[in-house]
DNA sequence: ATGGTCGACTTTCGA
């Protein structure tokens, strides 16, 4: 059997619902994990998506920030988890049960990190690797448990691979790119030996983007993107997740251009299970 | 060499 899983930070998922379920009528995804939801749990519009056959929802809300939601046609079971230093909306685990097993979902919303990249006079650069650090902590004890396969999806707010940035000698002091934090992410995939299943899939000269900030104008004149949202998988999880190869794993960058976008671009991925 | 744009919800913050 295949399963379809898509991460898209939505920005605002009040105001962008039509084009969330947009998407599903036309993808057709089994699960989707959103981050910058923006709203309370009460106030997320479960109605449309329950409608459409996505009756299991987890959401982790808060008031006008950040918040993260999965979405499901398959049963989900929540994972009791709090770890973001400073308790913000950032995280949402849970148990994806399929006709042949299960497989432990988390969907992340790692902090951005502000401007400058220097911890001293940046707290919100200190929080983004102090969450790195919890995200490799939580791991290390879920392993313990025997759970083995995960699948960690999100906007990890990092872009780690010098070709998931227009311009990698640009933005090397640029917060997302900087070596501090794509080393931190880098210690934590190690760690725990997950794979980045985009960058499996594609050669190392080649690049690939998820996210185009809305300041730059005209992103098909001038491609200035960055891989900002992932999908890692366990190693239990791996031959599944290359099953389909590269058709396996799509960037849904035509989104990017629809009517009032989010600045990021759905991500999915067909696991071959 | 700097500014450029969004969304939520107050007159500003976070991205």
Not at 83 to 103: I, L, M, N, Q, W
Request: charged content about 25%; some cysteine; glycine content about 6%.
């Amino acid at each position: 059997m295949s399963l379809k899983i898509t991460t898209w930070n939505i920005n605002s998922v009040r105001l962008r619902i039509d084009q969330v379920t947009r998407f599903l009528e036309e993808q057709q995804s089994d699960v989707l994990c959103l981050q910058e939801i923006k709203c309370l749990e009460n106030q997320f519009p479960y109605k449309p998506l329950r409608e459409m056959g996505y009756a299991h929802i987890e959401v982790s809300g808060q008031k006008g920030y950040h918040g993260v939601a999965t979405v499901s046609k398959l049963p989900l079971d929540r994972l009791p988890t709090s770890f973001c230093p400073v308790d913000e909306a950032r995280h949402v685990s849970t148990k994806v049960t399929h006709s042949d097993g299960d497989f432990e979902l988390h969907n992340f919303y790692i902090p951005a990190g502000g401007e400058v990249a220097d911890i001293a006079v940046n707290p919100k650069f200190k929080h983004k690797l102090d969450f790195i650090e919890a995200m490799r902590c939580y791991f290390s004890g879920r392993f313990e448990t025997g759970d083995s396969e995960q699948v960690l999806v999100g906007d990890f707010n990092i872009a780690p691979h010098e070709n998931d940035v227009w311009s990698h000698k640009q933005l090397l002091k640029v917060i997302s790119h900087t070596p501090l934090e794509v080393g931190l992410l880098k210690d934590f995939q190690d760690c725990h030996d997950f794979v980045d299943v985009a960058r499996e899939i594609l050669n190392d000269d080649e690049k690939l983007f998820s996210w185009w900030s809305y300041r730059s104008k005209d992103i098909n004149k001038s491609d200035r993107g960055r891989r900002l949202d992932h999908i890692w998988v366990s190693q239990a999880l791996k031959s599944a997740a290359m099953a389909g190869g590269r058709t396996g794993l799509t960037v849904h960058k035509d989104c990017r251009f629809w009517e009032r976008p989010s600045d990021h671009a759905p991500v999915s991925l067909t696991l071959g299970l």
